[in-house]
């Protein structure tokens, strides 16, 4: 079926940047909402950016400034542009997006399995 698939992850130093992608596999009708989510050792999962369909994007606080969440419409990807990087951006990032792969169907969540962004000197 529909899988997430994510790429950009990686080691860099403080102050560095990362472009992360991600998009689904397979067929799709329709997506709505995407965004992108983190989790850090002991942490829950936080929002970090989201961008709708028409790409009106949120942010979280921490990252406002530094992070640029961006979409193609046409290849049904998603990005997220990281620049300043800090320690504390170290997280595994998740993309989400909300879609459906056929008109038939209703909307679903779906996940990818996260992509390891390390900052670290």
């Known amino acids: 079926q529909v899988q997430l698939v994510e790429s950009g992850g990686g080691l860099v130093q403080p102050g560095g940047s990362l472009r992360l992608s991600c998009a689904p596999s397979?067929?799709?009708?329709?997506?709505?909402?995407m965004g992108w989510y983190r989790q850090a050792p002991g942490k829950q999962r936080e929002l970090v950016a989201t961008?709708?369909?028409?790409?009106?994007?949120t942010y979280a606080d921490s990252v406002k400034g530094r992070f640029t969440i961006s979409r193609d419409n046409g290849k049904n990807t998603v990005y997220l542009q990281m620049n300043s990087l800090k320690p504390e951006d170290t997280a595994v990032y998740y993309c989400?997006?909300?879609?459906?792969?056929?008109?038939?169907?209703?909307?679903?969540?779906?996940w990818g399995q996260g992509t390891q962004v390390t900052v670290s000197s």
């Open positions: 397979g067929s799709i009708f329709e997506i709505n909402e």
């Open positions: 989400n997006a909300d879609l459906r792969p056929q008109f038939n169907v209703p909307f679903i969540k779906f």
């Open positions: 961008i709708t369909s028409g790409k009106t994007t």
